[in-house]
């Protein structure tokens, strides 16, 4: 079943700005600190409208509710032409044809009035304010623009021709463009979470849960399940397959919850002595928190299988001074299975920690990743019975890009893995502070249970649109692992 929100662009829950990608352990207190939606609102209109003067770097904010459909627009080359609010907005886009209908929202004006550009169509005028008067755009203009009819994803797009009247507005071609083209020479660095409530939600399996809150004391999902301000939380319970000719109480399962809220990290150094942008950062980050188990005898098989679960889909909008700048999150929740031999496990833990993956730009070194991730666990129960190995994993794969590009994939799974090792000379079992094993008549050997964590991604291609140099092929983050033993004995 696919549930469907309307994203809600007026806010990101501020306590998670202090944590992909966030909150606490599902047992937080739901009502600690977290400022309120007016204070959100009032800082995040202060930093639209920051600037770099007196050399200070431009405000990097959630996007306020006014914010929902604003544009920016840019002359480059031309005096005073730095990017600026301004009051039209983008009425509809063909990504096919690339042309987009503009538009002003101010009162009393049309898309025919104010100074007249050189090709006959009006243009931006500057203002005291840092806002574009509404008059329509010109060639050459840049224009950075909230998702809109046609663009969902947000358009970033330079203005090549201009049509004509069209409705309420003027139709122009467009052409594809880059950040530096907006931001020029100025600096922005900022790390902003994303709503838990703008998410899109597809369940892939029939005993999923989606559960959020935030403030104002909402909250979506189950009743009861307690989740932190600002966290997303998905819950989810299947079966595996089971090994043939395992008895029936060796049923093989996969149940437990990831909680998440991913922040969206972005920065931008400009270079004025230089074409492009002397620094860039493009990232996602954040804390985790889940418990889960594994229980029976898995199927045998050494490839591991991968069962995506959930699917979530959210498109913040980040004020980085006047400029909207649109950013595509994408996370898919999976577990993943392995196992060998006759091994049967039941085995859960409680997983905290956070993470940090995404791509650094500069000028000597160019495109360098980022991956970190820092996780501690506690052994809830763990039990491992005849030999053989099995290994499970309950991650999210995330992907992050700006206008509707992909630049960063990182992939999250931490993991749980039960090996056991027998010879046929005793007949044994044991057990070690709540943890057990046993082997079998006739046998002795030692087992072990392990909790780790994967982060691996690649960063790509189009993170060129910040106006960096073009990757000739996609980087690899590397592989950041970590294993940790959660219990282990001899028999």
Known sequence: MRIRKRPLRALMPALAA????????????????????????????????????????????????????STAVARPGAAGGKARKTALKVKS?????????????????????????????????????????????????????APAPGAPEGLLAKVTKVIGEKGDGIEVQTAPTT????????????????????????RLLPDVKVSWAKTGDI?????????????????VGAKVGTAEGAPASATASVHGFVQVAPEVDFSYGGDSGASGPGAAHLGVSGDWTSRWAVKGRAAASAQPVRVPFAKLHADPVLQVGPIPVVVNLDLTCYFQISAEGNVTVDVEQDLKGDFK????????????PVNESHMTSTPVRTSVTAAGAVKASLGAEATVGLYGTVGVTADLAPYLRGEAAVSADATSATSVGGATAKTGVGAAGSWAVYGGVDLTGTLRVQLSIFGTPVLQHSIPLGTLHREWKLAAGQV
Do not use: M
């Not at 930093?47 to 929902?68: C, R, W």
């Open 18 to 69: 202090s944590a992909l990608f966030l909150a606490a352990g599902c047992s937080a207190d739901p009502a600690a600190h977290n400022p309120s939606a007016a204070d959100r609102a009032q800082g995040a209109e202060a930093s639209a409208a920051a600037t770099t003067q007196a050399g200070q770097p431009l405000a990097v904010a959630a996007a306020p509710e006014a914010a929902a459909t």
């Open 93 to 145: 886009y063909d990504s096919h044809t690339r042309r987009a209908v503009i538009s002003p929202t101010g009162k009393g004006t049309s898309g025919g009035q104010g100074a007249s550009g050189g090709n006959g169509t009006s243009s931006p005028s500057p203002s005291t304010g840092g806002t574009a008067e509404p008059h329509a755009t010109a060639v050459g203009d840049v224009i950075a623009s």
């Open 357 to 368: 993956a995404g791509g650094t730009f500069g000028p000597a070194e160019g495109w360098t």
């Open 219 to 235: 909250h979506s999902g189950p009743e009861g399940t307690k989740v932190p301000l600002g966290s997303l939380r998905i819950d």
């Open 179 to 202: 950040l530096d083209t907006l931001l020029g020479d100025d600096d922005a660095k900022g790390s902003v979470p994303v709503d838990p409530a703008s998410f899109d939600v597809a």
